[in-house]
């Protein structure tokens, strides 16, 4: 092995360790991967930055660009409140909205697919009374599910196509994943839609002490003069009142002793944890009751769950130093965390990504707040932006999909697209490309040159040459079983275009060995980089997921295995018929 080869698997290694610790932002790593890249010798300077004029990056700004329009829309709106008064069944409810997911995903990238289904369907979920755990995990797997189905389905779709144009002369067309992506993202679909109905039962199928209908959420609360709180030992709060207590703070001093001997007094302020229903109960019942708001509460004032984004420019920072809700008069009242860890008083609290903010203030100012901040809100916030209450934008974009189907350039179609979106005022492009989720484009073009010289340096060949040592490769189904293979143990640690970036030239590689068309290799590259169900931060749709749902790791565990195993078969089978 050649030392430019060497490191070049070493910086990939150390890439991927630092993108699933995700404790360093993926656009720095990405960053300083590509700068290391460049001072190993593995590329020349003029190709540093090559990748952000890759056709790829392009095209994934531009899908990112149309989302920002069609999420204003309001057409989904209506049809909840269609569906709501139909009464459909749970089970018909969960597959309805993941098969929207889906539809969605075959069009837009997974997140912005996520991000437009999830308020209709919790928004339908509380009408129905359907439980938000049955719903948020459908949703997010339906999501990368449909994204399978087309050539812009997912950044990874687009860089194994041009991975395949670069070998061949010609990429894949629009809907040649559909052969294998379609039937799998029915049968994934309707399989978690029966298995979640299981795993997470109905809120009042489990003790309300488990709180398993409800996300858990840490608050501070102070303890007024005719609390039931009052007299009562802090190690018997989770039995009386189903609230873990963290802190207890008199006089603006902590109470330290042993749970037993520490007893609630008039006054005091208690840092737990519980139920966000339990909170409400007990505000309720004036046992715990807020902070007023300094300025009072204002005419529009209105209560946001919101998520921070992997994005976010609030992942790190303590409650104590959001300035961005701060000075605008929202009040920060409940954090529900992916970080068991609690120390010091609420405002100490450090957030990281998934974790849900409820906030309370001015509809408008949140809804400014959220948008500087790049936090995606649970429920309708007022907007900048006006609400589209037309059909026009579904229709360019379904002009540029068509276009892109007809044998167009997918960067061309969809610039036509975003140019007659912002010639009609659909879209401030000075304001949407502000709005842009930049870390992954920054990360996805940065990646590009390191997955180039995978080839170029002869990596791929290496690395190739090993696994054939131990798989067959030489038979066309066993290289392409253990791509897929590879591809789905790569994506629940790293984002699914860095998976296909690292594999394609490998994957090339086998078909090369095998002396065989790469065309169901790639495919195979693809459709595992997609199927992403065992952890929550392998995809940012899983990350926002286990928020929102106020899921377990162990959850996607037990609700993934089946999913992954099953959807891995099914596109080995669809994968030997249709590409062999």
Known sequence: MSFEQASLLILLLAMLVLFSLERIRIEVTAIAGLLAGYALGLYPADHIFAGFASPVVITVVEILLIVQVLARAKLFDNLAARVAAARPSNFKVISGASSLAAFLSIFMNN?????????????????????????????SFAALLGGLVSLIGTPANLLVSDALARTSGAGFHFFDFSYVGLPVAIAGILLIAVRVRYLFPEPDAVPATLAQGSRRVVVERSIPNASPLIGTRLSECLARFAIK???????????????????????DVLL??????????LAAAQALVADAHLHGQPPDFTRVETVVMPE????????????????????????????????????????????????EGPRTAIAEALEESECLPLAPTASAEPALLTWRPFALFACGVAASAAGLHPEVAFAGVVLVLALLNHLNIRQAMADLNWPIIIMLAAMIPI?????????????????????????????????????MALTPFVNNATVA??????????????????????????????????????????????????????DFLRAGWLLAVATYGLSLFLLALFWL
């Open 111 to 139: 997140i912005g697919a996520f991000a437009i289904t999830l308020p209709v369907a919790l928004r339908l979920g509380v009408a129905l009374s359907v439980p938000r755990r049955q719903l948020v995990m459908p949703i």
């Open 451 to 487: 997955g180039q010289a995978v080839a170029n340096t002869g990596a791929a060949e290496a690395i190739a040459g090993w696994l054939s040592l131990i798989v067959p490769v030489n038979h066309p189904l066993s290289g392409i079983a253990l791509i897929l293979f590879l591809a």
């Open 312 to 359: 976010s420019t609030l992942v790190g920072s303590r409650v104590s130093s959001l300035e961005v809700f701060h000075h605008r008069g929202i009040a920060v009242t409940a954090l529900s965390m992916r970080t068991p860890r609690i120390e010091g008083r609420f405002l100490d609290l450090q957030l990281s990504i998934g974790d849900i903010l409820t906030l």
């Open 272 to 281: 737990a944890e519980g139920g966000d229903d339990i909170f409400a109960g």
């Open 501 to 554: 970036i690292v594999l394609a030239p490998i994957a090339l590689e086998f078909a090369r060995i095998g002396r065989h068309a790469p065309d169901a290799y790639l495919i195979a590259v693809a459709v595992g980089a997609s199927l992403d169900f065992l952890t929550p931060f392998g995809h940012h749709n899983n990350t926002l997921a286990m928020g929102i749902g106020g899921y377990r790791f162990s």
């Open 245 to 267: 207590p963290h802190a207890l703070i008199r006089d603006g001093n902590f109470v330290f002793g042993p749970l037993d001997q520490s007893m609630i007094s008039a006054g």
